[in-house]
């Protein structure tokens, strides 16, 4: 199995650019779920999804984030505008359907550096 | 879910065994106890997880106490590329994991 897949894997973008991370869950898993990791505030949970459904955002730090989840092999999260304070590690993580325990599989995660 | 209670870092040689304490004294009945770990630059891997009993699988070794108020994820022959922040979440209900400031695990050649 090829596992979680991100890309792209680095990222360097100006201030007001828009930015779209991508990411691949495992074949078979159906929930999905997008991660912030920065020095200050540690990995955070930004919103997961449930069958393509969004179940809690509540962790999108403002509008300017969006996520997506159009099919079950394929999200986006979008950040628009981006700004430097935006900069940090986001990875994705997938859980396998009907799973009745919370192991999640991470992917290499995206670094995104806005200038 | 309940918190938990890590030391923020610790040592251990190579080829010994590494004991991984975590305090979550507020634990309730239903929550599971959930260790991940996350070497420099990866996303966080699945080691292991827990309800009462003690746990084992290739990678480590969970030992629960009695009264779930504390947990050790044990390494039994730590190398090096076993270096990495160890993360000990307990989870209920809620249905996101929730990642504290975890244990930096250095092992020593």
């Known amino acids: 199995d090829a596992g979680v897949i991100q890309s792209p894997r680095h990222e360097v973008t100006e201030m007001g650019q828009e930015v779209t991370l991508r990411c691949k869950p495992i074949?078979?898993?159906?929930?999905l779920f997008w991660y912030r990791q920065t020095m200050m505030r540690g990995l955070e949970l930004l919103i997961y999804?449930?069958?393509?459904?969004?179940?809690?955002d509540s962790g999108m730090p403002e509008d300017r984030f969006s996520a997506k989840m159009p099919n079950a092999s394929f999200s986006t999260l979008k950040i628009q505008p981006s700004e430097p304070r935006d900069s940090a590690v986001y990875f994705c993580?997938?859980?396998?359907?009907?799973?009745?325990?919370?192991?999640?599989?991470f992917g290499p995660g995206t670094r995104l550096t806005v200038l | 879910d309940a918190k938990t209670t890590q030391p923020p870092s610790m040592d251990c040689a190579e080829g010994r065994a590494a004991n991984l304490p975590c305090n979550h004294s507020?634990?309730?009945?239903?929550?599971?106890v959930y260790w991940y770990r996350q070497i420099h630059s990866q996303g966080p891997q699945y080691i292991i997880h827990g309800l009462k009993n003690n746990e084992t699988n290739e990678m480590a070794s969970l030992i629960i106490t009695e009264d779930r108020k504390s947990s050790t994820l044990i390494l039994p022959h730590a190398t090096l590329r076993d270096t990495a922040v160890y993360y000990c979440?307990?989870?209920?209900?809620?249905?996101?994991?929730?990642f504290g400031s975890g244990t930096q695990l250095t092992v020593l050649p």
């Open positions: 979440i307990v989870k209920g209900s809620a249905r996101q994991l929730t």
């Open positions: 993580a997938s859980r396998k359907a009907g799973a009745s325990t919370d192991t999640q599989y």
């Open positions: 999804f449930n069958n393509n459904v969004p179940i809690d």
């Open positions: 507020t634990i309730s009945g239903n929550e599971y």
């Open positions: 074949s078979g898993h159906n929930s």
